[in-house]
């Protein structure tokens, strides 16, 4: 009987991961034991080795210096004259590109870590680009939905390593709608498990229509291998917010286990195919799985930032995106081919996956920046406002002060500004009196700009608490006290959010337990659906273009109505003999017995009716 699975396999002792090739395998010349490749480090032996023989293998250098702040001096920066890489060789001649690479190292240099709230809304005249690894967007979709008022500033969203199959959605891509945005633009994972890879592209319906965005599929003329070492998906926005500008975002991964070299070749490629888009704003973000801290020693790092440079792009994040208790990469990468059009670059601490997200802002009006622009932005100010309450009472009670004025201190005697005084503060006294003015500053210190009916103001408060201390964990001091205390301030979150979630849907539920529109609208907008959802028309003429213009499509519909008559008094016309028989082709076997249909009665009628379910109807 044939046995089934792998002729090759082989326990490694280093890690529980098992060897299937013997290309993959070594032998540790400490232990003699069989080990992966990446779990041998040459001549010093296994991993379990070097942990058990080497003291302080798995130790960085900031915790023997006991620095908790690390990430401040782990900063990428090729372009600054104090790196040291530039101080090899005499300064740049050229003036041009002295300022060109200046202004690089000034958007490097502004690169920093903030929180979501501290975000603004994205201005019509700039376009924000929202990145991350979300680890599986099927897992993560309820988060978006549910913090919507957050990522609505965002113009737009770009997800990657999604693990999603579009033809594998239970209800289809309605699964992943999320409000405000377009249909997202979905690429499969690499793989065929549909596991460790995909992307998607969310883009907010302030930006432009739906027709207006376009999926750009390149001809890549590569081997296979070379094909599979990275995933793109290139989307062109035509005239982003009313301007007559086309922004071109490429959303990019790579998965760890793929050749560097091949996924810099397929980059090489596709970069070359992009060339007649040279003249547009290019921006490719994404997963990388290149740490560009390490610049200095890893050649793949090296390769790729000469290949993007050679085509004009250059690399906007500076800071790590990757943060564990014993490492910190910059795996994360945002590459732009304009940078005076490039207005900032950070790094946003999001508890969503194991990575954090980046916000690239770029320019998409007339403004860009020179030599006297300063990047550096100030904060604003909360303004308070005076506001005056009208409603009927207060309308009432004014005219009731106005009614009972006897206008008696104004004397005839007086000219005419005087008495135009003594008018405007007798007024001015009632109108105050009916409409108190109130000072309305702005909003509770947590209070979000969409509140959830659920999420009362302390455990508001309790979020904003538990970012606040993610952001101290991953950032401002890595330590296990930090760590501990932002778990349990997760966890409480998490157990009175769901709590107070149950509590109110039981309610509301309850409440209309008799009105299945109200049910229904509750369900459509926790399931994301669009109850009123206008899918755009598209056509497909005789010779494979596609229609997809309102007006266009139209035109095609009036065109091909109008013409039913005249197409079929040409075929009838074409026609050289009259043949009524032609129904005989169709009917090949005629039936020879006869059918008799046996007549009926209102009593049979009537009975039939009785019988037919209340709560049922006929189809048409």
């Known amino acids: 009987?044939?046995?089934?699975?792998?002729?090759?396999?082989?326990?490694?002792?280093?890690?529980?991961?098992?060897?299937?090739?013997?290309?993959?395998?070594?032998?540790?010349?400490?232990?003699?034991?069989?080990?992966?490749?990446?779990?041998?480090?040459?001549?010093?032996?296994?991993?379990?080795?070097?942990?058990?023989?080497?003291?302080?293998?798995?130790?960085?250098?900031?915790?023997?210096?006991?620095?908790?702040?690390?990430?401040?001096?782990?900063?990428?920066?090729?372009?600054?004259?104090?790196?040291?890489?530039?101080?090899?060789?005499?300064?740049?001649?050229?003036?041009?590109?002295m300022k060109y690479w200046n202004?690089?190292?000034?958007?490097?240099?502004?690169c920093n870590y903030t929180q979501q709230k501290h975000v603004n809304n994205a201005k019509?005249?700039?376009?924000?680009?929202?990145?991350?690894?979300?680890?599986?967007?099927?897992?993560?979709?309820?988060?978006?939905?549910?913090?919507?008022?957050?990522?609505?500033?965002?113009?737009?969203?770009?997800?990657?390593?999604t693990n999603l199959t579009e033809n594998k959605l239970p209800n289809g891509i309605s699964d992943i709608l999320l409000e405000g945005f377009h249909e997202p633009t979905l690429r499969?994972?690499?793989?065929?498990?549909?596991?460790?890879?995909?992307?998607?592209?969310?883009?907010?319906?302030?930006?432009?229509d739906s027709e207006n965005i376009e999926q750009i599929l390149p001809n890549l003329k590569t081997e296979r291998n070379i094909k599979?070492?990275?995933?793109?998906?290139?989307?062109?926005?035509?005239?982003?917010?009313?301007?007559?500008?086309?922004?071109?975002?490429?959303?990019?991964?790579?998965?760890?286990?793929?050749?560097?070299?091949?996924f810099i070749t397929l980059i090489d490629s596709l970069l070359f195919s992009?060339?007649?888009?040279?003249?547009?704003?290019?921006?490719?973000?994404?997963?990388?799985?290149?740490?560009?801290?390490?610049?200095?020693?890893?050649?793949?790092?090296q390769n790729l930032l000469d290949t993007m440079s050679k085509y004009g792009f250059f690399q906007l994040v500076a800071r790590p995106t990757r943060i564990t208790s014993h490492s910190a990469t910059l795996i994360d990468h945002v590459y732009s081919n304009n940078v005076h059009h490039t207005l900032s670059c950070n790094v946003l601490t999001t508890d969503i996956s194991d990575h954090l997200a980046t916000l690239t802002t770029i320019s998409i009006g007339d403004f860009c920046f020179n030599d006297h622009d300063s990047r550096s932005k100030t904060p604003r100010t909360p303004k308070n406002f005076e506001t005056r309450t009208f409603n009927a009472a207060n309308n009432l009670i004014f005219k009731e002060l106005i009614e009972a004025e006897t206008w008696q201190h104004i004397t005839p005697n007086v000219d005419a500004n005087?008495?135009?005084?003594?008018?405007?503060?007798?007024?001015?006294?009632?109108?105050?009196?009916?409409?108190?003015?109130?000072?309305?500053?702005?909003?509770?210190?947590?209070?979000?700009?969409?509140?959830?009916?659920?999420?009362?103001?302390?455990?508001?408060?309790?979020c904003a608490r538990k970012n606040e201390l993610y952001y101290n964990r991953s950032v401002t001091n890595i330590s296990e006290k930090n760590t501990v205390a932002y778990r349990k301030m997760k966890k409480f979150c998490s157990k009175h959010i769901d709590a107070v979630k149950d509590k109110y849907y039981k309610k509301y539920f309850e409440e209309y337990q008799f009105n299945s529109k109200k049910q229904w609208q509750m369900i459509n907008k926790l399931l994301g659906r669009k109850t009123n959802q206008c899918t755009k028309i598209k056509l497909k003429k005789v010779d494979g273009t596609m229609i997809n213009s309102d007006t266009d499509v139209a035109d095609h519909f009036n065109t091909y109505f109008s013409n039913i008559a005249t197409k079929i008094k040409e075929q009838i016309s074409a026609r050289t003999t009259f043949d009524p028989g032609g129904h005989k082709i169709y009917m090949n076997d005629p039936v020879a017995h006869s059918m008799f249909i046996s007549p009926t009665d209102p009593a049979e009628i009537q009975r039939i009716i009785c019988s037919l379910k209340d709560n049922a109807g006929c189809e048409n």
């Not at 995909?198 to 302030?206: C, D, S, T």
């Not at 290019?282 to 793949?300: A, C, E, K, P, R």
């Not at 005087?418 to 409409?435: P, R, S, V």
């Open 188 to 208: 499969d994972p690499e793989r065929t498990s549909g596991r460790g890879g995909g992307l998607a592209m969310y883009i907010n319906k302030r930006v432009c």
């Open 274 to 301: 992009l060339e007649r888009h040279c003249r547009k704003h290019v921006v490719f973000t994404g997963d990388f799985n290149l740490d560009l801290i390490n610049l200095g020693s890893n050649t793949h790092c």
């Open 103 to 110: 202004e690089i190292s000034n958007i490097l240099v502004g």
């Open 418 to 462: 005087e008495h135009y005084n003594l008018f405007y503060q007798t007024y001015k006294k009632h109108y105050d009196a009916a409409y108190p003015t109130g000072s309305r500053g702005s909003k509770r210190k947590n209070e979000r700009r969409d509140p959830k009916p659920f999420i009362l103001p302390w455990l508001e408060d309790a």
């Open 1 to 97: 009987m044939p046995t089934h699975g792998p002729k090759f396999k082989i326990k490694c002792s280093s890690c529980p991961g098992w060897c299937y090739s013997p290309l993959n395998l070594r032998t540790c010349n400490w232990c003699n034991s069989y080990v992966h490749t990446k779990c041998l480090k040459y001549e010093l032996g296994c991993k379990t080795c070097c942990e058990s023989l080497i003291p302080g293998f798995n130790t960085e250098p900031y915790q023997l210096l006991d620095d908790g702040n690390r990430l401040s001096d782990l900063l990428f920066n090729p372009y600054h004259r104090d790196n040291q890489v530039n101080e090899i060789g005499s300064l740049i001649d050229d003036e041009y590109n």
């Open 124 to 161: 019509p005249s700039e376009l924000k680009i929202f990145t991350l690894n979300v680890r599986s967007l099927i897992k993560t979709i309820d988060h978006f939905r549910e913090e919507l008022d957050t990522y609505c500033k965002y113009d737009v969203l770009c997800f990657n390593e």
């Open 228 to 262: 599979s070492s990275g995933e793109f998906m290139l989307v062109k926005i035509h005239n982003c917010k009313g301007y007559n500008k086309t922004k071109i975002i490429a959303n990019t991964y790579r998965s760890p286990s793929r050749d560097p070299q091949n």
